[in-house]
């Protein structure tokens, strides 16, 4: 069964200083991934997907994130972090023989950034 | 519209009545999806329109929970008998086909008093 493990339920890290959000997945068949973002108050909104193409997979805001089979890892990164990225993310894997877009979320991390 | 709107925006009830829950996806948008968003489950996928094809209604938590899509666009949630449990935050998505990118709604806050 698919499902997705994120790592550190809070985040805090200082402006400027890397964002590393962990995710960890486990598919039966080659996944679908996706990290979102969830402001306070608002809906999801997509930061990137991996669906099989290059590995590395470049998203909105600056955020980026490697597809690593063989630690079964698709954490999210940021080089910068920037006051505008406390928010909470979202780890999402594609549910087995259905749409792209049924999804099987993780628990979430909310990601503090300190002045 | 612009975007995924949901209404109403908040919604409180009483246990034991029932609830209906609107979503109008983007314009054009042939999938639509649930999802529900709760302090004890996380976010849980509820139920899945595509096109003309029977919904995937394996996310449903239970029969109180069903949903219809008229004509293709807006979707309704309904909610019979409510529990304390159903509190939660429920969220729409819309994409223009089911493998491309799905844009969500901000959600009905729905409390169950």
């Known amino acids: 069964a698919q499902s997705v493990t994120q790592l550190g339920s809070h985040v805090s890290v200082s402006e400027g200083a890397l964002v590393l959000l962990r995710c960890n997945y486990s598919?039966?068949?080659?996944?679908?991934l996706f990290w979102y973002v969830q402001y306070p108050n608002q809906g999801l909104q997509l930061l990137l997907k991996y669906t099989s193409a290059a590995t590395l997979v470049k998203g909105i805001n600056g955020f980026e994130a490697e597809f690593k089979k063989s630690e079964t890892s698709f954490h999210l990164t940021k080089p910068s972090a920037h006051m505008s990225d406390a928010a909470e993310y979202f780890c999402?894997?594609?549910?087995?023989?259905?749409?792209?877009?049924?999804?099987?979320f993780g628990t979430g991390t909310l990601l503090a950034v300190q002045p | 519209g612009a975007g995924v709107s949901q209404s109403p925006s908040n919604k409180v009830t009483e246990k034991g009545k029932d609830v209906e829950l609107r979503c109008d996806p983007i314009?054009?948008?042939?999938?639509l999806y649930w999802y529900r968003q709760s302090l004890g489950q996380g976010l849980e996928f509820l139920i899945y329109f595509q096109g003309n094809s029977a919904p995937d209604k394996s996310g449903l938590p239970s029969d109180r929970f069903s949903a219809e899509r008229t004509g293709g666009s807006v979707s309704t949630l309904t909610i019979q008998r409510t529990q304390q449990e159903d509190s939660a935050v429920y969220l729409c998505?819309?994409?223009?086909?089911?493998?491309?990118?799905?844009?969500f709604g901000q959600g009905t806050r729905l409390t169950v008093v």
């Open positions: 314009s054009g948008h042939t999938a």
């Open positions: 999402a894997v594609s549910a087995p023989g259905g749409a792209t877009n049924k999804l099987i």
């Open positions: 598919s039966s068949v080659p996944p679908y």
């Open positions: 998505a819309s994409s223009k086909q089911e493998n491309t990118e799905a844009f």
